[in-house]
C-alpha cells in the first residue's frame, strides 16, 4: 500500500516534538536558558525542515538552500514568532519556565512542522512516499 509524503512527514513529525521538548527542558533555567532554548529550537526547526524535505524527495542544497526554503515556510507561519516570544517570556521568570518551555518547544516543532507540510505538499501535492533517501 502505498503512503503519501505529508502522512510520513506528519509521522515522524510526532518523534521530533520531542527534540522540541528537549529543547524546553534545557531552556528551563534562568536567563541563560532563554538562549539555549531559542538556540535549541532553532536547530530542531532546521532539522525539521531538512527531514521534511527528504520525504519528499528534495535536494535542498540545490533547491535555493535551506535557508531559503526555511524562511519561505517561517513566512508561511508568522504567527509561529509570537509564540516562542511567550516561551521566551516564561523562560524569564523562575520556575514557570521549566513548565512551560518543553510545552512550547514541542509545540513549536509541530506547527512549524505542519507549516513545512503545507509548504511542501503545495508543490508536490499528493506525492507518493518512497523511502529511498537523497
Known amino acids: 500500500m502505498n503512503k503519501y509524503c505529508r502522512d510520513q512527514a506528519r509521522d515522524e513529525l510526532w518523534l521530533m516534538m520531542g527534540a522540541g521538548a528537549a529543547a524546553g527542558i534545557t531552556g528551563g533555567t534562568f536567563m541563560i536558558g532563554v538562549v539555549t532554548f531559542q538556540a535549541g529550537?532553532?536547530?530542531v526547526q532546521a532539522a525539521v525542515v531538512s527531514r521534511i524535505a527528504q520525504v519528499y524527495g528534495v535536494n535542498l542544497i540545490p533547491a535555493s538552500g535551506a535557508g531559503a526554503t526555511a524562511a519561505a515556510i517561517i513566512a508561511m507561519?508568522?504567527?509561529q514568532f509570537l509564540f516562542e516570544m511567550g516561551g521566551i517570556i516564561a523562560g524569564l521568570v523562575p520556575g514557570i519556565g521549566q513548565v512551560v518551555q518543553p510545552v512550547i518547544g514541542a509545540?513549536?516543532?509541530?506547527?512549524f512542522g505542519e507549516v513545512a507540510i503545507t509548504y511542501f505538499e503545495n508543490i508536490y501535492p499528493n506525492k507518493i512516499y518512497s523511502q529511498k533517501l537523497l
Open 77 to 79: 507561519g508568522g504567527g
Open 107 to 111: 509545540t513549536a516543532v509541530k506547527v
Open 41 to 43: 529550537l532553532a536547530g
